[in-house]
């Protein structure tokens, strides 16, 4: 009978003794969205705010002759912001643009506010950095080539521009800065030639991470053809071709010349233009040819045009 009283206490005690675990507050996504909304509506800090901060958590750049550099405070977009029924974080990134156009220092700053009844507490926050960004992509580009440098170009909403150079890797890492968009100036150099191509705008958040280049590669252009006897290279440096186009603007074309005893009797050179003049030069000068005294002329059947001098 003992044993019975004793589990029937026992029973009773775990009962009405309150449990010591604090009840969790389940918030909404209605009330996320809203809280990221205050987020997105205060004010950017201040580069003076950063600094102050950073300064007294004494983070000193490890460079003895800093140069003078522009500092940017940028937002990061709302999917970066961390909210709870506690607290809400809204992170921005500290940069700072060399003179030369090079990225120098890259922070981000997570800027935590209180929350209370849904509300974030503007009036009172702390700040956290973080060296980098860990809110970066990877993306990579949808040409592979021997890439030697990659202009980075930051559009935003309001019109302000911001650029820096980048390395020629073709690992490339963006950041999500908020009412911007990225585009890419990629120079390619195989050993004969520089090329430029930019990228289209970039969505960050696209599920691909490819970024293709805009070619706006111009279709064949071929006018006309002047053919000549090689003779009349030899000793000479240059050949420039002029006439018109179909838009009635004088155009010109040169060509960089050497002449060779292997070369065919006979050598042409060809414009996007209707040839009207040929001048020649060497170290003896320059001589001048007209396509009207041409030997004979044919008007091909593609709308290009053969003379032959």
Same mark, same amino acid.
């Given at each position: 009978?003992? #044993?019975? %009283?004793?589990?029937?206490?026992?029973?009773?005690?775990?009962?009405?003794?309150?449990?010591?675990?604090?009840?969790?507050?389940?918030?909404?996504?209605?009330?996320?969205?809203?809280?990221?909304?205050? !987020?997105?509506?205060?004010?950017? !800090?201040?580069?003076?705010?950063?600094?102050?901060?950073?300064?007294?958590?004494?983070? #000193?750049?490890?460079?003895?002759?800093?140069?003078?550099?522009?500092?940017?405070? +940028?937002?990061?977009?709302?999917?970066?912001?961390?909210?709870?029924?506690? %607290?809400?974080?809204?992170?921005?990134?500290?940069?700072? %643009?060399?003179?030369?156009?090079?990225? !120098?220092?890259?922070?981000?700053?997570?800027q935590i506010f209180d929350v209370n009844n849904g509300n974030i507490d503007v009036n009172s926050y702390s700040i956290e950095y973080e060296i980098g960004c860990s809110y970066s992509r990877n993306f990579q580009l949808g040409v592979q080539g021997n890439v030697n440098q990659i202009t980075f170009f930051l559009h935003f909403k309001n019109g302000k521009q911001l650029a820096?150079?980048?390395?020629? *890797?073709?690992?490339?890492?963006?950041?999500?800065?908020?009412?911007?968009?990225?585009?890419?100036?990629? *120079?390619?150099?195989?050993?004969? +030639?520089?090329?430029?191509?930019?990228?289209?705008?970039?969505?960050?958040?696209?599920?691909? *991470?490819?970024?293709?280049?805009?070619?706006?590669?111009?279709?064949?252009? !071929? #006018?006309?053809?002047?053919?000549?006897?090689? *003779?009349?290279?030899?000793?000479a440096y240059n050949v420039q071709l002029g006439g018109f186009d179909a838009s009635g603007n004088y155009r010109y074309m040169s060509y960089q010349v050497m002449y060779d005893s292997s070369m065919p009797e006979k050598i042409s050179f060809e414009a996007y233009f209707d040839i009207q003049d040929v001048n020649i030069c060497g170290t003896n000068g320059c001589y001048g040819y007209s396509t009207k005294d041409s030997k004979y002329t044919v008007y091909n059947a593609d709308g290009t045009i053969l003379y032959s001098l």
């Amino acid at each position: 009978m003992k #044993k019975i %009283f004793v589990l029937f206490v026992v029973m009773v005690l775990l009962i009405t003794v309150p449990s010591c675990q604090k009840e969790e507050i389940l918030i909404s996504d209605v009330q996320i969205e809203a809280i990221k909304a205050q !987020l997105v509506a205060t004010p950017t !800090l201040s580069k003076e705010e950063v600094e102050t901060v950073l300064s007294s958590q004494k983070l #000193k750049s490890a460079s003895l002759n800093e140069e003078e550099t522009l500092v940017q405070v +940028l937002d990061l977009d709302e999917r970066t912001f961390e909210v709870n029924d506690q %607290f809400a974080i809204k992170n921005l990134v500290y940069m700072e %643009f060399g003179q030369n156009g090079n990225l !120098l220092k890259l922070i981000t700053i997570r800027q935590i506010f209180d929350v209370n009844n849904g509300n974030i507490d503007v009036n009172s926050y702390s700040i956290e950095y973080e060296i980098g960004c860990s809110y970066s992509r990877n993306f990579q580009l949808g040409v592979q080539g021997n890439v030697n440098q990659i202009t980075f170009f930051l559009h935003f909403k309001n019109g302000k521009q911001l650029a820096f150079y980048g390395n020629g *890797n073709n690992n490339i890492t963006l950041l999500p800065i908020a009412r911007a968009s990225w585009q890419l100036l990629v *120079n390619y150099y195989d050993n004969i +030639l520089q090329q430029q191509y930019l990228t289209d705008l970039i969505n960050f958040y696209d599920q691909s *991470n490819v970024i293709n280049l805009r070619l706006e590669l111009k279709s064949k252009n !071929l #006018k006309s053809t002047v053919k000549f006897d090689r *003779n009349l290279i030899e000793g000479a440096y240059n050949v420039q071709l002029g006439g018109f186009d179909a838009s009635g603007n004088y155009r010109y074309m040169s060509y960089q010349v050497m002449y060779d005893s292997s070369m065919p009797e006979k050598i042409s050179f060809e414009a996007y233009f209707d040839i009207q003049d040929v001048n020649i030069c060497g170290t003896n000068g320059c001589y001048g040819y007209s396509t009207k005294d041409s030997k004979y002329t044919v008007y091909n059947a593609d709308g290009t045009i053969l003379y032959s001098l």
